[in-house]
């Protein structure tokens, strides 16, 4: 079992767990040796009560005559609408903080100037309007954006002009963001769509709602409500738990729940109270998503990605594992018996039997969030010190580089003059030049069909050796941090000559935290920026998408957003989609011709990593021609 990951404590926990007689996903994926062809290849039709249908040699068809193509492109899409729906009702819980933001409230406007110049870009005006009137107003504009009956999401004019005309030529612009889903739900339904193209084209057009609707509001709320990120230092992995304070550990996605939770335990009444109970302090760490937002408006430490969840749990260190939404194993109520931790789900989206509900409100927040503190704190006297084991390492790095950031640095440091129009020229010089080959965003989550972080680490090694300069977000970010990769120190032992040199003379490490998932629209901008400066389209820069170990749905409609932006986008495993010849010709070739982009894959990372940059170099003549 310790095979199935390179991570060193989580080698140390897994074999603690089978000591302790607790099953992890590493047990549970030794049961699985075979897992279903039918489900594997997207040809499992279970969208109607005749079946399930699945396809094979012998039934071609499903019972309504749905060939191959339809069942597989009918799975893509729902699986494009799902997490589609998980970044933007994320996204929708932000808007309506922002709608009940005031002075001196539990939540306010931390970023008053990013408010004004959002509001311009939503058309909303700002002349004469109370920062928080105005914020108020934003919120709903945004919320709009969720179901208005009419247009198309107005995020979409961040993008290069050629490429909207591609989206509109293509009948893939996205309208409201609710209305896509439901558009995906319905024409995959019994006897609606059945045209892998169409199908196809509305995986685009539900995961663009995604990257250049709900994620891109998410994104750009959470800065204004809880400021940009600037980067900070912070540490990564599972030795971030402290010996002797109370570990708080926030695991899920919105920043909302978490950013409350960080303020109440920094109040001087729940430092006492740790103090009484016979702590040193309260530690606070993070996983997943919620760990990204957290360590790079905070700083606050990374306990580890979604593969370390239970083993966070079985060092038997921490006090409350404290959850809203999405990449939560429910595994986690079961091994939380094992241990004292307390398991504390906090969202009516998100409910997990065996867990301690305790429903957070952001009405109420700072109380709700004081409450789950003293819970927490309470149970550091059931700490059981005869179970406990916190692994050795953990590594140093610098994270919460933000789009302002990103381009801020290279121009602080970059000695030119430059006015506003030019402020993304150094990025586009060093890049021109070649002193940069290209830019890489590597990805996502952990995928128990590699060994966690085994894609991840290589390819990214593979990528900063030859002087591509990776951004990441997500859990991939964490297996960065984790292994020292954020460090402009380790930028000579890691980097090849000309991004070593890049990262030494404008103070960045070689590989850079965009943040969370929701934050790959950091991503959108920066190439929307800068192909905008360049008078180009984004199809056009030297820049690919990675997901190396990717998972879930949300990664799905991410993939199909980026490829839908005109970004190559290269997977480490395959999506579910084999059943159907054309749907991998056409997701993985055909998209070239009409959005400039496809999918790629390929389950051996070295090679991935070689595929990725031979991409970028074939762009490079073109790029350079035309900058
Ligand atoms: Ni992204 Fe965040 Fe991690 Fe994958 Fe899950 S945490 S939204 S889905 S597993 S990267």
Known sequence: M???TVDLNSKVLIEKAEKDGVETMYKRKLGYKVQCGFGLQGVCCRNCGMGPCRISAKTPRGLCGADQHTIVGRNFARMAAAGTAAHSDHARDIAHTLALTAPGGDYQVKEPQKLVEFAKFMDVDPEGKDIYELAHEVAEVCLMEFGK???????LKRAPKVRQEIWHNLGIEPRAIDREIATVMHSTHVGCTA???????MSLRCSLADGWGGSMIGTMLSDILFGTPKPVHTEANLNVLAGNNVNIILH???PTLSEMIVAASELPEMQELAKEVGADGITLSGICCTGNELTMRHGVKIAGDFHQQELAVITGAVEAMIVDVQCIFPAMAEVSTHYH???????????????TYMEFHEETAMEDAKTIVREAILNF??????????????SEGMVGYAEEAIVGQLNNVVNTQIDEMDSIKPLVDVLASGVIRGVVGVVGCNNAKTPSNYNHLTIIKELIKNDFLVVTTGCGASAACKNGLMLKE???KYAGKGLATVCELVDIPPVIHLGSCVDNSRILNVCSIVANACDMDISDLPVAGCAPEWMSEKAIAIGTYVVGSGIDTFLGVMPPVTGSDRAVELLCGGLKDQVGACFYVNENPVELAKMIMDDIEAKR???EALY
């Open 490 to 492: 380790n930028a000579p």
């Open 195 to 201: 045209d892998l193209d169409s199908l196809i084209h």
């Open 2 to 4: 310790q095979d199935m």
């Open 149 to 155: 009956p009419f247009g198309v999401s107005k995020l």
């Open 621 to 623: 003549p073109a790029f």
């Open 252 to 254: 899920g996605h919105e």
């Open 381 to 394: 006297k059931n700490r059981d010190a005869s179970k406990v084991l916190v692994p050795d390492l953990k």
């Open 341 to 355: 931790t307390k398991f504390i789900t906090t969202s009516p989206k998100a409910k997990i039997t065996g867990s």
